[in-house]
């Protein structure tokens, strides 16, 4: 199950558990900037997995692979274009991974956000699986309460909770509104 943050990996693994699977999370998000908000989503993660008793899988981050793929597509909205492409980079390498290690299937946790569109994440994770041959879990995580959820379970957890999508792009986006007095770029703290 890629993970892009312990928030929102824990109502996700919890559901899929009810229904029958054993998620393993994979953490790769060569999306998020700085290095330290990064290193910071992995240690917390980590930190989760070993609380919930999962496995955690963590490749390499491919920080510079991840910005030629969205290279253009900076000055696209948060929601578009570029959040697309990286869906599709992360998801790849999701199912990759998943066929590597002769796991049935995949699942990725993005869809649990509020601000995040789940067709849009179903059809990376569906082109993924078909490239790799794995089979893909589609879910809808924030239906239900599912981000409500989340929420509680990581205060529970005191897990640090981001309040931006995680690239450079999204973070400067938040940095603007809240010059402006807006608020965050998405409104919610994911």
């Known amino acids: 199950m890629h993970v892009c943050c312990a928030p929102c990996a824990t109502h996700p693994h919890r559901v899929l558990e009810a229904a029958g699977w054993s998620p393993v999370l994979f953490f790769c998000n060569p999306n998020l900037a700085p290095r ?12 989760y997995a070993r609380e919930a008793g999962l496995e955690i899988l963590a490749p390499p981050p491919e920080f510079e692979a991840w910005e030629e ?15 697309g492409i990286c869906f599709d ?10 066929r590597e290690g002769e796991f049935e299937a995949f699942a990725t946790t993005l869809s649990v956000s509020p601000a995040k569109k ?7 994770g569906t082109a993924a699986a078909g490239r790799h041959g794995v ?3 589609t879910a809808d995580f924030k239906k239900k309460g599912g981000f ?23 973070r400067e986006e938040r940095r603007k ?4 007095g807006k608020g965050s770029s998405e409104g919610k703290k994911l």
């Open 118 to 124: 789940a067709a849009l994440i179903d059809r990376a």
């Open 148 to 170: 409500l959820e989340s929420v509680r379970i990581s205060k529970e957890h005191g897990l640090y909770r981001q309040d931006y999508c995680g690239c450079r792009f999204s």
């Open 177 to 180: 509104r809240r010059e402006e």
């Open 135 to 137: 089979a893909y879990v």
């Open 89 to 98: 980079f992360r998801l790849d390498r999701a199912a990759r991974a998943a």
């Open 69 to 83: 793929a969205v290279r253009g597509l900076e000055d696209r909205p948060e929601g578009g274009e570029r959040c």
């Open 36 to 47: 330290e908000e990064h290193d910071l989503r992995l240690a917390e993660a980590r930190r």
